[in-house]
């Protein structure tokens, strides 16, 4: 090795040495970056106590603003119990006059496109000001805010179901943009409801019985979003599950989870159906934690995750309930939709065979055999060896010259 090369190896190699002798023994970044850590803060005790109120002021908030949009929702469903039709549609001014008779006829062609010209129970859609029903006292004026929302009311001769989306009435493009979204339709059949999202179950089949609501409320409601699902809103058809480049996985549109419920692995399938990992009210971390949410004493039946949406199969499981109703027939979703019994033992019971069965029937069906494991594509191969070939013919014709 020539002596400059062997000096400018021994510069680099002890400079390496010196670094590592300053970083041992190794430290916690908050040694590191002081400035950037809140753990320095935190450490104070009256700032653990600020913390612990400013969040317990939040979440009371948040259920208060609630309340007092489920009052605004009761009267919307009277007025639509009221009309007879049984559908309303309630949009702020600062959406063109006419937008509101566009949404109740968009509304009404949900209806009739699921055989039905008045709903079970009430059903609508309202967008709200984010900012309507926030206490004045609240340090946060715009605290607890969501994307869309599920208000439900399941009591004899007062049941509805409400679609209600947040939207700053104050801008004319949030609002058209929430309108335009409402009123998108796919290509696809299959990508109803649209656009009071899962409530056109309540519409078809009624209040749901008491198993099943629970399994709605810690997220089944997912499987119900349809063209509401942000996933949904794109051409999945021709999307391989895995798009690959000289071996190397690229895209993965199915969740690990997901994944093995395509392989067949029964007791994943059946966690996700469960939606252990799921739904809007499962995080304590939350401020809309299960605690704002107890089963039948909260009228908030769901809140939308967005991008994270569905159980991790690519987003085709935002319509799953749908895929059940096509593939079992009305009455018996009916006999499951109603029922007092644990979902499990509705499904059974309804359908004739293990959720988790028939979930990765439905999986297998839509997504096929998995390869997931590492590979090179023949092109690949072909293009190393022939780069190969070509670096040593070069080789060889360079060195002849030089002899």
């Known amino acids: 090795m020539a002596p400059r090369l062997m000096r400018w190896t021994g510069w680099v190699f002890g400079g390496i040495l010196l670094v590592a002798l300053w970083a041992l023994p190794p430290r916690a970044r908050e040694d590191w970056f002081p400035g950037t850590s809140r753990t320095l803060f935190e450490s104070f005790e009256e700032d653990r106590a600020f913390r612990k109120i400013l ?7 948040a259920v208060y603003k609630k309340l007092v949009w489920n009052d605004s929702i009761e009267v919307l469903a009277r007025l639509a119990r009221g009309g007879g039709q049984g559908i309303w549609a309630q949009l702020p001014d600062s959406v063109p006059p006419d937008s509101r008779s566009t949404l109740e006829e968009a509304v009404r062609r949900q209806l009739q496109d699921s055989g039905l010209t ?3 129970v009430p059903v609508g859609v309202a967008l709200m000001d984010p900012r309507y029903g926030v206490h004045p006292d609240t ?4 605290a607890g805010g969501s994307g869309w929302e599920i208000f439900v009311n399941r009591d ?11 939207v700053y009435d104050t801008d004319s493009v949030s609002a058209r943009r929430a309108l335009a979204r409402l009123l998108w339709s796919g290509p696809d059949s299959s990508l109803v409801p649209n656009p009071v999202g899962p409530c056109i179950l309540h519409a078809k089949y009624g209040n749901p019985g008491d198993g099943t609501f629970s399994w709605l409320r810690s997220g089944g409601y997912q499987l119900a979003e349809g063209s509401m699902g942000p996933w949904v809103q794109r051409d999945l058809a021709h999307v391989d599950p895995v798009s690959r480049g000289f071996g190397t ?5 199915l969740s690990p989870h997901g994944a093995a419920c395509v392989q067949g692995a029964k007791d994943v399938c059946l966690k996700l159906f469960r939606m252990v ?8 971390n939350d401020l809309w934690s299960s605690e704002l949410s107890p089963p039948g004493a909260f009228p908030v039946a769901y809140r939308t995750r967005g991008s994270l949406s569905g159980i991790g199969l690519g987003g085709e499981e935002t319509g799953l309930l749908f895929r059940l109703e096509e593939e079992f027939g009305e009455e018996r979703f009916r006999e499951f939709w109603t029922s007092d019994q644990d979902v499990e033992v509705a499904f059974q019971a309804a359908f004739g065979e293990p959720v988790e069965e028939w979930l990765v029937r439905w999986a297998q069906a839509r997504w096929g055999e998995l390869d997931l494991g590492p590979r090179i594509p023949l092109q690949a191969t072909l293009l190393s060896f022939l780069s190969l070939g070509l670096f040593m013919g070069l080789a060889l014709v360079m060195g002849r010259r030089k002899a």
Not at 55 to 61: A, D, I, K, M
Not at 249 to 253: D, E, G, H, Q, T
């Open 277 to 284: 990992n799921g739904g809007g009210y499962r995080s304590y």
């Open 156 to 166: 004899a001769g007062e049941s509805y179901c409400f679609l209600v989306n947040p």
């Open 139 to 142: 340090p946060d004026r715009y």
């Open 55 to 61: 969040r317990e002021v939040q979440h009371s908030s």
């Open 118 to 120: 008045v709903p079970q």
């Open 249 to 253: 996985r690229l895209a993965y549109r």
